[in-house]
C-alpha cells in the first residue's frame, strides 16, 4: 500500500492521505456524523485527470475505489482500499438557450439553483439544496415537485464516467446501455466526473409547510390521506410526524412539542395553490402556517432539512395505496401518544409523473410505489444498533398490508432491511444493472451493494 500511496502522490493533484496524516479524518467527514470511514487512503480528487489517475493506480493493484461526497446518503462505513472525495470538483454552468446545466461531481443543489434562477429556470432537485447533485440523481432523486416532473434522474442528459478502462461520456448517442443504468442504478460503475442536467422554466411556487399540533394529528393525517387522491400532477405534497426538542434554534410555537407538518408544493397559480390546500387547512388548527407563494429559488425551504453534519439513522421504503385502515395502524405505531424514539416519521405522495419512465427507459426503481415512509432515529448513535432498528421492526410489522414489494434505492436506508437490495430495482432492471456492472467493471473495481460496502457514488 506504500508503493501505491507514493504513487498516486506523485500523480495526483490533490491531497492523498493516509490513517494518521494531518486532514485524514477531516477529508472523510460527511453528513451523517455516525459513520467513520477507514480507508488504506483517501483521495481528495480536483479534477477528471486525477479520478483517470487514481482508477489507473487501481486497477493495476486490485485495490477496491468508493466515492464520497456529501455524505448525506452513506450509511454504512467504507473500509479500506482507496476512497476518492470530489468536494473540490464544484462548479455549474447553464446554457439557457438549451435549458441544461452542466454541474461539476462536488457540485450540491444550491448552486445549480442559483445559477438556474437568473434565466427563469430551475433544477428537478431534491428537498435538501445542501446534498450532493450527482450521487442524489444516481439513485433516481425523489424532490418535493416529483408528482409533476417525476424522479430526478429523468432530467439527466449525460454524465462524464471514469470506468475501470478510462473517462467516457453516457448520454443517449454515446455508451447509452451506461447512460440508461446511471440514471438510477446509484453506484459500481465508475466515478462520475460531471453531469448534464435539463433544467425546467419556473420562477415560482405555491408551498411551504403548515404545523398542527399533537391533538389534531389524527384528523389532518385522515384528511390529508383522502386529499391526495384528488390532487392534480402538478401538487406536490408530504406529511410528516415531529419530535422536536426544547431547544431554542426552533420556532416557538414548535418548540417541544410532537406535531405534524403537511408539506405542499403547488406548480401553477397561486390562487388555485390555495384552493387545493383549503382542506387540508380546513382539517385543523395551525401552529405555524408557512404556506404562501415563494420563489422557485426557496425549494429547499418547503422541507427546511437540516444543513449541519449530525449523527444520523433511517431507515426507508415505499408504500401501496393508503385508506383510513393505514392511518389507524400508522397512528397506533407511531403517533403523537406512542413513545418511540425516533425525531421524524415521513410520508410522501407519489403517483403522477413519478409512475412514467423516460422514452428510452431508465434503471430507476420504484415507480410503481403509492407513497415513500422514511423513519429517522434520534441522533444517539447508542441507540442505532439495537434500540431503533427493533423499534423501527414493530412499526413495520403493523404497516405490513401496505409495504410495497419494490422500493427505490435512494430509500432503502443502506439495504439493513433484507431484501431491500433486490428490491431496489423490478427484476428485469436488477438483472441488467448486474449485467451493465459486469461489462464497465469486470473486476469489481467499484464494489456496490449490501455485502460490498455501498459507497453510495
Same mark, same amino acid.
Given at each position: ?64 475505489? %468508493?466515492?464520497?461526497?456529501? *455524505?448525506? @446518503? /452513506?450509511?454504512?462505513? $467504507?473500509?479500506?482500499?482507496? =476512497?476518492?472525495? #470530489? !468536494? ?94 446511471? %440514471?438510477?442504478?446509484?453506484? *459500481?460503475? @465508475? /466515478?462520475?466526473?460531471? $453531469?448534464?442536467?435539463?433544467? =425546467?422554466?419556473? #420562477? !415560482? ?253
Amino acid at each position: 500500500m506504500t508503493e501505491l500511496i507514493d504513487r498516486l502522490r506523485g500523480e495526483v493533484a490533490g491531497p492523498v492521505l493516509a490513517p494518521g496524516d494531518e486532514g485524514y479524518a477531516d477529508e472523510l467527514s460527511g453528513f451523517n456524523l455516525a459513520v467513520t470511514h477507514t480507508p488504506d487512503v483517501v483521495v481528495g480528487l480536483t479534477s477528471e485527470d486525477d479520478a483517470v489517475a487514481v482508477v489507473r493506480a487501481a486497477a493495476e493493484t486490485g485495490t477496491p475505489v %468508493r466515492v464520497l461526497a456529501t *455524505g448525506h @446518503g /452513506i450509511p454504512n462505513p $467504507m473500509q479500506g482500499g482507496i =476512497v476518492v472525495t #470530489t !468536494t473540490r470538483m464544484t462548479g455549474v454552468t447553464v446554457d439557457a438557450e438549451s435549458q441544461v446545466a452542466h454541474i461539476a461531481a462536488g457540485s450540491r443543489w444550491a448552486e445549480v439553483i442559483a445559477a438556474a434562477a437568473p434565466h427563469g429556470l430551475a433544477p428537478v432537485t431534491g428537498a435538501s439544496d445542501a446534498v450532493g447533485c450527482i450521487g442524489y440523481t444516481l439513485g433516481g432523486g425523489l424532490g418535493p415537485l416529483a408528482r409533476t416532473y417525476g424522479f430526478s434522474s429523468d432530467w439527466a442528459r449525460g454524465f462524464r464516467v471514469v470506468t475501470a478502462a478510462g473517462a467516457v461520456t453516457a448520454n443517449a448517442t454515446e455508451n447509452p446501455d451506461l447512460f440508461w443504468a446511471l %440514471r438510477g442504478g446509484k453506484g *459500481g460503475f @465508475g /466515478i462520475v466526473t460531471a $453531469m448534464d442536467f435539463a433544467l =425546467v422554466e419556473l #420562477t !415560482t411556487l405555491y408551498g411551504g409547510s403548515a404545523f398542527f399540533d399533537a391533538e389534531y394529528v389524527a384528523p389532518v393525517l385522515g384528511a390529508w390521506t383522502e386529499w391526495t387522491k384528488t390532487l392534480p400532477e402538478t401538487a406536490n405534497s408530504s406529511v410528516v410526524i415531529l419530535r422536536l426538542p426544547p431547544l431554542e434554534f426552533i420556532p416557538e410555537p414548535l418548540r417541544g412539542k410532537t406535531v405534524l407538518s403537511v408539506r405542499f408544493a403547488y406548480v401553477g397559480d397561486a390562487a388555485e395553490g390555495k384552493r387545493l390546500f383549503q382542506p387540508i387547512r380546513d382539517a385543523g388548527t395551525t401552529l405555524v402556517d408557512g404556506v404562501g407563494e415563494l420563489p422557485a429559488s426557496d425549494i429547499a425551504l418547503i422541507h427546511n432539512d437540516p444543513r449541519n453534519p449530525t449523527p444520523a439513522w433511517d431507515r426507508g421504503l415505499m408504500l401501496n395505496e393508503l385508506d383510513g385502515d393505514f392511518v389507524s395502524a400508522f397512528l397506533a405505531a407511531a403517533g403523537p401518544e406512542q413513545q418511540v424514539p425516533l425525531v421524524a416519521v415521513e410520508i410522501r405522495h407519489l403517483g403522477g409523473a413519478t409512475q412514467r419512465d423516460v422514452p428510452e427507459g431508465s434503471a430507476v426503481g420504484g415507480r410503481g410505489g403509492a407513497c415513500t415512509l422514511t423513519l429517522i432515529g434520534v441522533p444517539d448513535p447508542e441507540l442505532f444498533e439495537k434500540v431503533l432498528p427493533a423499534t423501527v421492526d414493530r412499526i413495520l410489522e403493523r404497516l405490513r398490508p401496505w409495504v410495497c414489494a419494490e422500493t427505490t434505492v435512494n430509500f432503502a436506508g443502506g439495504f439493513a432491511l433484507p431484501g431491500s437490495y433486490e428490491a431496489s430495482w423490478p427484476a428485469e432492471t436488477f438483472a441488467r444493472l448486474a449485467d451493465v456492472r459486469a461489462a464497465y467493471d469486470p473486476d469489481t473495481l467499484f464494489p456496490f451493494g449490501p455485502r460490498q460496502e455501498n459507497s453510495g457514488s
